[in-house]
């Protein structure tokens, strides 16, 4: 009995001893190969940042139909890193946080100098203080997708994503030349308020609809084949007027869901203080009349455990 027990022991031993081999050459193997995808996320991400940068060169510049055209291709940047990465399995915390920061310069700071040189200028401070609020709802949008993101539902986002707000400024900066409205009192009177109007949409809870959960593998309707292929047509008949419409139309339909009774209910999480685990020997010590052992608690994030590591 005893010899069977050391064989099934000694058995047991080489099986891990096998399996921490094996792990270890896989580790060499997949690793390299991990941080070489690695890069790619990280490349569009820092191509839709300079995207971002160059569209505030050109407004500088006053080539704002250019500067419109800058900002969409951040937008597809956008799109594409994270979807780069989910497919790649390299998502991380790191590019979480570097994607917010992309994203402020590209839908943030960029699309509120360009309405404010293009359009707003003329009223002076005021028009200032309406691009200066639309950066900080920017920004506080993007703080609190990263806070909460974990915590609401995949489906839907809460408040106006701040790509859609900033492709919209720019697609109207792209249509306004075709619609022959070139007053900039006109301008002034539309601008202002909606920009306004935007920085609001972002920092609410009205719930916008999330395309990340599309499985572009299922199987569509005829109806909604023939309305792609419509809304193709016209894209690239009018391709400025298109966009606005489509952009302006997704604008639309939080407001619309929020009519028709659909709330969101994410809250900040909050931070908890949770006993931190410690040996037994200081257990012991802390039960000790006179040993002083005082209970230890720390602040743990929700994401203290995350992996830290790029969008």
Known sequence: MNRRLKRDSLARARVRLISGRLRERRKK???????????????????????????????VEGRFEMAALMVGAAFLCDGLDGRVARASRTSSQFGVEYDSLSDIVAFGVAPAAMVYLWALKALGAWGAMVCGLYVVAAALRLARFNVTSAAIDKRRFVGLPVPGAAILLAALVAAWSPLSLASIGTLSVVMAPLTLCLAALM?????????????????????????????????????????????????????????????????????????SERPPEASDNARKPGSGGARKTSELGPGADAPVSDD
């Open 29 to 59: 193997v997949v690793e390299p190969l991990r941080r070489g995808v690695f890069l790619v996320p990280v490349t569009i991400t820092s191509l839709g940042l300079l995207a971002g940068f160059y569209s505030l060169v050109l407004a």
């Open 203 to 275: 920092i609410s809870r009205v719930p916008y609809p999330s395309f990340k959960s599309l499985h572009l593998r299922r199987r569509a309707p005829v109806e909604i084949m023939a309305l792609i292929l419509v809304g193709l047509a016209f894209l690239f008949a009018m391709p400025e007027l298109t966009i606005f419409l489509l952009t302006a139309a997704y604008v639309a339909s939080g407001p619309y869901l929020l009519a028709t009774g659909e709330r969101m209910s994410a809250k900040m999480p909050m931070l908890r203080a949770v006993p």
